[in-house]
């Protein structure tokens, strides 16, 4: 802090001029003795010269002392002070910058009003007082401020003060004392300048305020801050909300949500989840410890479906009591979280057939297995499946066959063809999934030849090992689990080791790129995959029928899955989840819509109807809404031409910002604690307006020096007097 120095009585100072006396004294006494001739006597004269210096020495340093004490009396009784520099004082004008905390974790219910209200009311009181600002500015943390210059008129700061409104963003308070001090360093009529903040002291976002040591102290503005969050808060709220998984029909989604009590004591609340017009899923109980606590947050899952039916679906995650009816306490808009999501249609694979013979059985062909365990319906539309196969002999597919196609999988394909080996490249290239498995028919030459080292994840070399129940089987002892093709399959690493390979091709991976899915017990690989521009190739050893392993057994459990999440996990558009956060920029892109605009339905309504507005599609298509200030479901549909088709409808969610659930506050004597020990100044807080005047009142005035200036006084005295007694002991 820069300190300011001055005197309570100034005219005093000219007792200072008293520090000549000594001086004058002594020109007055320096009178030149006469000279007397005297016999030359060398060690006299010696010691006469010694002497004198001496005598010199003391004489001056008297002087000195002397005039210093005649110098700092005339200060003691000017009676020196210092202040700081720029200081508040409450009864001096000032230009005021309010900041407003809007976020949402200011409407908890506090009493009879919410900590918002009362921080309008501690505001208004600030500019309609007794002594109001000159001049000043109000800004709130969230949207647009309703008085963002300054301004000398503070019946308009105060009714900016009474139309803020509450927000559901997250408070962004060094962002906004940044810009208050930017607008009052710019008003340089006044020098007296402060910053009021009105918050919660939410410790989300007055962590950030405590770490802004040097912008704060570089400052010559005063930060005052009111603390509003006087009272202790009943509040469970939901932070976060996730979905994994495809948005594929029928494929599993695992919905999860974290939850955190910012209530002092231990809380049990339901937490729910409903799709659109369906049941909720069983709610589950969870039980959470007070604020600050270990396990005051928790995480809920929940494993639900995408639906049978591909499109936009939406749905909410929210609490409840006993009776299912939604979870009252001091905070509602943290209660519960929205989502809306883009379904996909199923996933298509094409299975290439190596054998062409019609009386083949599973146990020989291996397309044959591939066709059950991607369409255990066996072709049923209607049926709860995600993956819809074709099949087709390998030596009728063409390049054009992969229109539209998710998963390729050959199953013991003799040979490809150049064109055919080309095409296959360019589909994983742009982002396809290819699954290959070799078998009795199967050319290793060919296959190198053909696609070379830059598709295969390994060089296929001899098969070895035998046919037949008798043969000696080798099994599975490295499963890379942490695979998106694997992960989450089974809870036991032994469930993953249950197939057996009797006979198989070796694979010789150096150099290629690939990575070991599945390895045998003797170290050979027995699946090697590898990503190719977008897209990935996996290589199986073995074939996909009864011939050669126990796939059509005990070991089917984790082929069948992992095939099945392949083609799962294999469509390049995995369905959109279209949920964003308050205040965010949403782009809406109807498919197979080129022109017209957009008509979005608000979640709000205005003169008892559903607020809506049109947005223009440029010329990419696209969209662009602005106007996420609500929160809720929004629906959009396509205006012209293109309005009838299926992809010229939908909807999003918008949602709180979750760090606001954290309702975790400082209180006013902890928040002090923090500016002390990280050494910020000018930085007040107390809990109502009266307090925090108070703070930088006694922060701002003077300190007096008379008492030092005085015992400085006594100490000369006293080395005066030493001084002068040595002198004439000498």
């Known amino acids: 802090m820069i300190l300011g120095f001055g005197f309570l009585a100034p005219w005093l100072l000219l007792g200072a001029a008293a520090m000549a006396i000594p001086f004058v004294l002594h020109l007055l006494s320096s009178v030149r003795a006469k000279d007397i001739e005297f016999p030359t ?99 709130t943390t969230n949207g647009a401020s309703s008085a963002s210059e300054m301004t000398s008129d503070w019946a308009a700061l105060a009714r900016a003060v009474r139309a803020a409104k509450l927000s559901a963003g997250r408070a962004g308070l060094l962002q906004k004392i ?89 809380r049990e609340v339901l937490v729910a989840v409903r799709m659109e017009n369906q049941r909720p899923i069983s709610p589950r109980r969870i039980t959470l410890a007070g604020a600050g606590k270990d396990r005051s947050v928790a995480t809920v899952r929940f494993l639900t479906s995408a639906g049978s039916g591909a499109g936009g679906k939406s749905g909410e995650l929210y609490l409840c009591d006993e009776a299912g009816e939604p979870f009252k306490d001091d905070l509602a808009i943290d209660n519960v979280r929205r989502f809306s999501m883009t379904v996909r249609p199923r996933a298509n694979a094409l299975i290439l057939r190596g054998s062409s013979r019609a009386e083949a059985s599973v146990d020989t062909d291996a397309s044959a297995w591939l066709a059950i365990v991607t369409d255990p319906w066996s072709g049923r539309e ?70 070379g080292p830059g ?75 590898k990503k190719i521009g977008r897209g990935r190739i996996t290589v199986c050893a073995t074939t996909s029928s009864g011939q050669w392993s126990n796939f059509l057994g005990s070991g089917a459990n984790v082929i069948v899955s992992m095939v099945v999440r392949a083609c799962i996990l294999a469509p390049r ?22 022109s017209g605009s957009i008509k979005i339905t608000l979640p709000v309504k205005q003169d008892g109807k559903y607020k809506t507005a049109v947005v223009q599609l440029n010329s990419k298509g696209q969209a662009t809404f602005t106007d996420t200030k609500h929160i809720g479901l929004y629906h959009w549909q396509a205006i012209g031409p293109d309005a009838d088709k299926p992809g010229a409808k939908g909807s999003f969610a918008v ?48 300190t007096e020096w008379w008492d030092l200036v005085c015992m400085i006084v006594i100490l000369l005295l006293i080395a005066e007097a030493l001084v002068a007694n040595r002198k004439q002991i000498a």
């Open 573 to 594: 558009d995995p369905g959109r989840l279209d949920s964003y956060m308050w205040g965010a920029q949403v782009a809406i892109q109807p498919k197979g819509v080129k």
């Open 455 to 529: 598709v295969l994840p390994g060089k296929i070399l001899q098969a070895v090992g035998e046919i037949g129940a008798d043969a000696e089987a080798v099994g599975v002892a490295q499963v890379d689990t942490t695979d998106p093709y694997l992960k989450g399959l089974f809870k036991e690493r032994s469930d993953y080791l249950s197939p057996m390979v009797r006979r198989y091709f070796r694979m010789d991976r150096t150099g290629r790129g690939s990575t070991v899915l599945m390895g045998l017990a003797n170290r050979d690989p027995l699946m090697l995959t």
């Open 41 to 139: 006597l060398r060690f006299l004269k010696m010691s006469m010269e010694k002497t004198a210096r001496k005598r010199r020495v003391q004489h001056w340093l008297l002087l000195l002392i002397r005039a210093g004490l005649l110098g700092l009396l005339a200060l003691a009784v000017a009676q020196p002070i210092t202040n700081a520099l720029g200081g508040w004082m409450g009864k001096n004008k000032q230009s005021v910058a309010v900041v407003l905390d809007n976020s949402y974790s200011m409407g908890a219910q506090a009493g009879s009003a919410t900590r918002f209200e009362q921080a309008k009311a501690h505001a208004e009181t600030l500019l309609t007082g007794e002594n109001p600002p000159t001049s000043g500015v109000v800004l």
């Open 655 to 702: 949602n709180p910002n979750g760090s606001e659930a954290d309702l975790e506050a400082y209180s006013t004597e902890a928040f002090r604690g923090v500016l002390e020990r990280a050494k910020i100044e000018q930085v007040y807080v107390g809990s109502n307006l009266k307090e925090v005047m108070a703070s930088a009142v006694q922060d701002a005035q003077p």
């Open 178 to 266: 940044k810009q208050a001090a930017q607008l009052l360093n710019q008003h340089d009529t006044v020098s007296q300048k402060s910053i009021y903040v009105f918050s919660d002291l939410q410790r989300a976002s007055f962590e950030e305020i405590a770490s802004a040591k040097k912008l704060l102290n570089e400052q010559n503005i005063h930060v005052m801050i009111v603390n509003t969050a006087l009272q202790d808060i009943a509040n469970i709220g939901i932070s976060n909300l996730e979905i994994g998984g495809r948005r594929i029909v029928n494929s599993a989604m695992e919905i999860s949500a974290t939850v955190v009590n910012s209530s002092p004591g231990d």
């Open 382 to 451: 209607d049926a709860p499946w995600s993956i819809t196969p074709k099949i087709m002999n390998a030596t009728d597919f063409q390049p054009a066959h992969l229109e539209g196609i998710d998963a390729l999988l050959a199953a013991n394909v003799a040979e490809f063809t150049p064109a055919q080996a080309a095409a296959i490249a360019a589909f994983i290239a742009r982002g396809g999934t290819v699954m290959l498995f070799l078998g009795p028919d199967v050319n290793p030459e060919a296959y190198n030849k053909a696609f």
